[in-house]
């Protein structure tokens, strides 16, 4: 490592706010309790953060609950400015919170820097919607009065992202909910609370007023969080996490009937038909099974190749695996960071271990490390049989399962044999093929012929179990928004 990345670490981390964000007061947790932030690429721990309570979440909710009715009232064009101010802000400091995230996260630090851009662009997205906020005006069929239909903030809204896109998935939420003019709090996940506190400071830089957006961080997640869901402040539920902390906070939810947004979980196939450009789809896997080192909801979980052509892809795609550099995300040319914590790291060696248990073929990778970190080889399987468990479970790392398919007709089944359906990807060069596929196939997005589709501008979400509601896109907002109709009479 050469001293100026060594420093550049070192500064980021003493710079990086520690504290609980609760009206636009940075503060420690009522009690004192801090806890340990860790470096996943050498296991040690970066620093400590104020870890806090239930009384603290109730204070952020209660700050976030005086601040709604003049948040609601300010004009848009001064939330959308907030926005666009925080927009460029981050793009003043991407290097530093690249830098955070990769230390907090594992990332390397091109893919951090490019996911600084991508969550600085929901909020120049959502600055942009701000101002366009619509309503109606009609005269009903009878003709004996008229219909005002306006759009209203939801109010006060609880926000919980997960460590995966430690930045993205705050912007996602936070972005719309300012921009509806809704109050929040947010609570990032414990093992990436720098990112967000930083953000936090980017938003309080960029004329945020105190109480409009609150950071409690804590790990005593269901503890804080569960009071405030129930607490009858909260009007409004956005979650980012696995499908079932999600059932379980629907549940939650209804006690007081709660609007939800529910990212949740995914098992994306990827299809390559025998008509498709193998190297167009060897790219395409790449994107979709590595970036963020598999570990994404929209990771390409189980790769379905057309018998005749499989070997070719295989070999292809194992060579471009093969010569990845895997190493500290701080790391000059690194391309593949750590798994972000040990049971995650352990979690992707047990399905491993139980595909080839079950007869699948390691082409390339297959193992941890190499070092203290929680790193996974870049691997690819192949003939994963049907009855594996990573056919069912969530990867979430690094790791490329190939089975061979003979029929559209079968591989569509396929696709559809799970409760999840967030994305899947399809590679072919025939339209009536393409599209026939896109529409068959059950899940809130399709990639085809590309292997990302998170895009601002874009409808993110899923349907079945992968969730309810869309975040970006020009639905994103209506997730912070109320229909009130005022009936008037003639
Ligand atoms: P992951 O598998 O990505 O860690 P989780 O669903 O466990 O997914 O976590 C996503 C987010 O949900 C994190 O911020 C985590 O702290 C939070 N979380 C986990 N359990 C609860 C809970 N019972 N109540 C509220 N939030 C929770």
């Not at 948040?71 to 907030?82: D, E, G, H, V, Y």
């Not at 007023?209 to 961080?217: E, K, R």
């Not at 899923?462 to 003639?490: C, H, N, Q, W």
């Amino acid at each position: 490592m050469t001293s100026a990345s060594q420093e550049h670490e070192t500064r980021v981390v003493d710079a990086a706010p520690k504290k609980l964000y609760i009206n636009g007061q940075w503060r420690d947790a009522r009690g004192g309790r801090v806890l340990n932030v860790h470096d996943p690429s050498t296991g040690s721990v970066l620093c400590t953060v104020a870890d806090a309570s239930p009384e603290d979440g109730r204070d952020a909710l209660e700050a976030a609950q005086a601040a709604q009715k003049d948040f609601a009232a300010m004009p848009p064009r001064k939330r959308a400015a907030i926005l666009m101010r925080a927009f460029e802000l981050m793009h003043e400091r991407q290097d530093d919170l690249a830098m955070l995230m990769t230390l907090e996260m594992g990332k390397p630090l091109a893919e951090a820097a490019g996911e600084v851009a991508y969550a600085a662009e929901f909020f120049r997205h959502f600055a942009e919607e701000a101002t366009r906020i619509s309503g109606g005006y009609q005269t009903a069929p009878a003709g004996n009065a008229r219909f005002v239909v306006r759009k209203e903030p939801v109010g006060p809204s609880l926000l919980i992202t997960p460590w995966n896109f430690p930045l993205a998935m705050g912007t996602r939420k936070i972005g719309p909910a300012i921009a509806a003019g809704c109050t929040s709090v947010l609570k990032p996940a414990e093992l990436t609370p720098l990112s967000m506190l930083a953000l936090a400071q980017v938003l309080e830089d960029a004329g945020a007023p105190p109480g409009v957006v609150n950071i409690v961080v804590t790990s005593s997640a269901g503890q804080v969080m569960e009071p405030l869901i129930r607490s009858g402040i909260a009007r409004k539920l956005s979650f980012t996490g696995s499908t079932a902390v999600g059932k379980k906070l629907l549940e939650q939810c209804a006690d007081k009937v709660l609007r939800t947004s529910m990212e949740l979980g995914g098992n994306a196939a990827f299809v390559v038909f025998e008509d498709a450009d193998l190297d167009q789809a060897v790219e395409g896997a790449m994107l979709a099974k590595m970036r963020n080192s598999g570990e994404a909801c929209t990771a390409a979980n189980r790769m379905f190749i057309h018998r005749s052509v499989i070997h070719e892809f295989s070999e292809k795609l194992a060579q471009r695996m093969g010569q990845l550099k895997v190493g500290r995300g701080v790391d000059e040319g690194v391309q593949v960071g750590p798994m972000v914590d040990a049971t995650q790291r352990d979690k992707v060696k047990e399905l491993v271990d139980d595909a080839v248990g079950a007869g699948a073929k390691v082409v390339v990778g297959g193992e941890t490390g190499p070092g203290e970190g929680y790193f996974y080889q870049p691997t690819v399987l192949r003939d994963v049989p049907r009855e594996a468990r990573m056919w069912t479970e969530e990867i979430f790392g690094p790791v490329a399962p190939l089975t061979p398919f003979d029929a559209e007709t079968e591989v569509v089944d396929l696709v559809n044999d799970t409760e999840y359906g967030l994305v899947n990807y399809v590679y072919t060069n025939d339209l009536t093929r393409a599209l026939r596929v896109a529409e068959n196939i059950e899940s809130g997005m399709v990639g085809l012929n590309q292997g990302v589709v998170s895009n601002p501008a874009a409808p993110f979400g899923g349907v079945k179990e992968s969730g309810l509601g869309r975040e970006g896109g020009d639905t994103g907002i209506d997730e912070f928004l109320e229909t009130k109709y005022i009936g008037i009479a003639m």
